[in-house]
């Protein structure tokens, strides 16, 4: 296969924007606007009529869930910047307050559409036997059942809260969901306000018993107003409104704090309690309950949404049915590498072998856990140290690691507090950790620790061998399943020491000299970068090909975006798969002539982080210097966090990650979108009758080149040819 015509073609004829001050603010594309835009296209994909229908119904929740955070960490500091007057702008020239307009408009519209393509979603279902009622629509025949549900599985964790001069205005909690309802007493006509929390603990949808191959559910809190009457016996309902708030959830920690993990845990208690930054109302909301609920949350008119349909869209991931396969992707098990299989599972015999790169969740990341299970078991292994950024509440690789530290190993895990939502989950595996005898550490206080990184010594003979892993995603089996990440496993020697060294850093603030292999941040890994830039430029400069690709999550750090600008005008080409914000505008003349980017949405949710550079050989090319890192191309990452650039040496490694990886998302169409200079997406074209090239089947479809086995990597194809 080969998609060579695709990736030479030339690129689009850039766009003179006369009006367009090359040099000032404007050159960058707002990051929140950006983001904002990557969450349409996640929706995009929910009103995606070749996506199955279940899956459609997934990707509306995960732009919901999107939209929820970003209103709670970003929204909310433009929020706090805009009230203490500040007025520094952003990169791209614009006010925190001229930034909260433009959000608001673009989210709101954001918002409608959700509800518009919820209502589409909803007849679908239904002609597909999935139905969801409301109260008016529950048959007679269903009473009985759903009020042993309301008796049993709801009533007893229902706490009605009276409003009135004696019951003040409670707390509503962050995500806090709530009916409000407007009572009156029948005998005297007497009226209250009384606020029903919807506990997040239960469903929000009852199932409710159906024929063989339907499905029907009824809302909790349609549930709630059908037997309101068992909860306010001697009232009548006079007027009833659902409403839902989200609350700054941005942690502030002291950078003196005396013990990280006591102040974590204050900070989480803190959290809950965050000033209220946008509100969900259902419309026509009665105006007395509208009015004591907005007064009392202390919330202007521009942070209330009123919502005619559903809120709290995100929990519409209730309805992905496992019992409706034909209405989901198709099944999918990730490959065990042949390479591990040829040695039967030994991972240290597999990768003592060469160098070998796992591309996930194509590829399974039980290896990764397997690699750690083996160490623990291995007699021969000395020592494990590990970084752990996310991981699952039941991780087996905090298991693997506590089985070796109790069996005597030395173990040394580096717990990051700061990794945003998963603070406490965090915290509870570093006391686990802590009772089976491991050492524990949280890094720096001021940076937060990003680089995915584990080592195993292991005695063979008479040395210690080290056995290393670097990885572009997280140390989470769950989220594995769905991100795509490359991980490597090495016994390179300069690798394994530069892994050390920055252990070493982490644990004892001992800054890393003399890295043979590996850059990090804040220690270099951006000056390798720019550095990179440069010489592309100068291969440029001297009529030698030129070329640069990269894939990421976010571009925003105006230093790099405007090296990667200078680039273009020496001549290097340019190709970059951004999922979210991209802060650089692409394909203006004058600017970035010479610069494309690409958007893949799809399956799966595109993680890794590459750069490939032509080093005068244009690319592919065997003589190509090629990288993975775990870190995006924004401040954050390059300076105010620890992460790892890793150039890649193994020739097949090398391969598998351009002429595979690279390659692969480059020539996509199927799931790709294609950013204009003012910072729009739209789809690729897609010829009808035509093969739209979809990266992720081929993944699913195809080994790596790098865990192939015995079998050899002659037939494994790659969608380029690699130049000698």
């Known amino acids: 296969m080969s998609n060579a015509d695709f990736l030479n073609a030339p690129f689009a004829a850039p766009v003179a924007l006369p009006d367009l001050d090359l040099t000032g603010p404007e050159r960058f594309h707002n990051r929140e606007l950006s983001w904002l835009g990557f969450n349409w296209r996640v929706l995009e994909e929910a009103d995606n009529p070749k996506v199955p229908l279940l899956e459609r119904v997934r990707f509306l929740s995960i732009s919901a869930t999107n939209l929820d955070e970003f209103y709670t960490v970003r929204v909310a500091g433009l929020r706090e910047l805009k009230r203490e007057g500040h007025t520094t702008p952003a990169a791209d020239g614009l006010a925190p307050w001229q930034q909260l307009e433009l959000i608001n408009e673009d989210a709101r519209n954001l918002m409608m559409s959700q509800q518009r393509i919820f209502d589409d979603l909803r007849q679908q279902l239904a002609d597909e036997g999935i139905h969801i009622l409301d109260q008016s629509g529950v048959p007679a025949a269903d009473m009985t059942y759903l009020e042993d549900v309301f008796l049993n599985q709801v009533f007893p964790v229902l706490s009605p809260l009276a409003v009135d001069p004696a019951h003040p205005f409670p707390f509503i909690p962050n995500t806090g969901f709530s009916l409000a309802l407007q009572l009156e007493r029948r005998p005297n006509k007497r009226q209250r306000i009384t606020l029903l929390p919807i506990p997040a603990q239960i469903s929000r949808f009852v199932e409710l018993p159906s024929a063989k191959g339907v499905h029907r559910f009824l809302p909790l809190e349609e549930l709630l107003l059908l037997f309101a009457d068992k909860l306010f016996p001697g009232y009548t309902i006079k007027g009833h409104c659902t409403f839902r708030v989200l609350r700054d959830s941005d942690l502030e920690v002291e950078e003196e704090a005396e013990d990280l993990v006591r102040e974590f845990e204050v900070a989480l208690k803190r959290r809950r309690r965050g000033e209220v930054v946008r509100m969900k109302i259902s419309s026509g909301a009665p105006a007395m309950l509208k009015s004591v609920i907005t007064q009392e949350l202390h919330i202007d008119a521009d942070e209330i949404v009123e919502v005619d349909g559903m809120i709290g869209i995100a929990d519409v991931k209730e309805l992905v049915l496992d019992q409706r396969p034909d209405l989901l992707w198709s099944g999918f098990a990730p490959r065990v590498p042949e390479r591990v299989q040829d040695f039967d599972g030994d991972m240290f015999a597999a990768i003592k072998q060469k160098d070998m790169l796992l591309h996930h969740p194509y590829e399974t990341f039980d290896m990764v856990v397997r690699f750690l299970k083996q160490a623990a078991a291995d007699p021969n292994v000395v020592a494990i140290k590990q970084t752990l950024y996310r991981t699952s509440k039941r991780s087996p690789i905090v298991e693997a690691l506590c089985e070796a530290a ?71 089996p769950i989220t594995a399943r769905i991100y795509t990440d490359l991980s490597l496993f090495t016994c390179d020697e300069d690798l394994g020491r530069d892994a050390t060294k920055v252990f070493n850093y982490l644990s004892g603030y001992v800054e890393p000299q003399g890295l043979e292999n590996l850059a990090i941040s804040p220690k270099g890994l951006k000056q390798r970068l720019l550095e990179s830039f440069e010489k592309e430029a100068e291969h440029a400069r001297a009529g030698r090909p030129a070329e640069i690709w990269a894939k990421m999550n976010s571009l925003i750090d105006p230093e790099i975006i405007d090296a990667l600008y200078s680039a273009s005008q020496a001549g290097v080409k340019i190709s970059l798969v951004i999922r979210g914000i991209c802060g650089l505008r692409p394909g203006i003349k004058g600017l970035s002539d010479n610069i494309r980017v690409k958007s893949v949405v799809g399956r799966f949710l595109e993680h890794s982080r590459i750069a490939c550079f032509g080093n005068g050989y244009g690319l592919p090319s065997k003589k190509a210097k090629v990288y993975m890192s775990s870190a995006d191309w924004m401040g954050r990452n390059l300076n105010r966090r620890v992460e790892t650039l890793v150039e890649i040496t193994n020739p097949t490694v090398k391969a598998q990650i351009v002429s595979q990886v690279m390659a692969a998302n480059l020539a996509d169409v199927a799931q790709s979108w294609v950013m204009a200079p003012d910072g729009s997406f739209t789809r690729a074209e897609r010829l009808e009758g035509a093969f739209n090239f979809n990266c992720h089947r081929f993944f699913m479809e195809n080994p790596s080149l790098s865990g192939r086995g015995s079998a050899g990597a002659k037939d494994v194809p790659k969608l380029t040819h690699t130049d000698d």
């Open 406 to 476: 109790e069996d005597g190993k030395s173990v040394t895990a580096l717990v990051e507090l700061k990794a945003r939502f998963d603070e406490a989950a965090n915290i509870h595996q570093s006391r686990r950790l802590e009772r089976s005898g491991a050492h524990v550490v949280y890094g720096f206080v001021d940076l937060k620790t990003h680089a995915k990184i584990s080592t195993v010594v292991r005695r063979e003979g008479d040395k210690l061998v080290t056995y290393t892993h670097y990885g572009t995603g997280n140390y989470h």
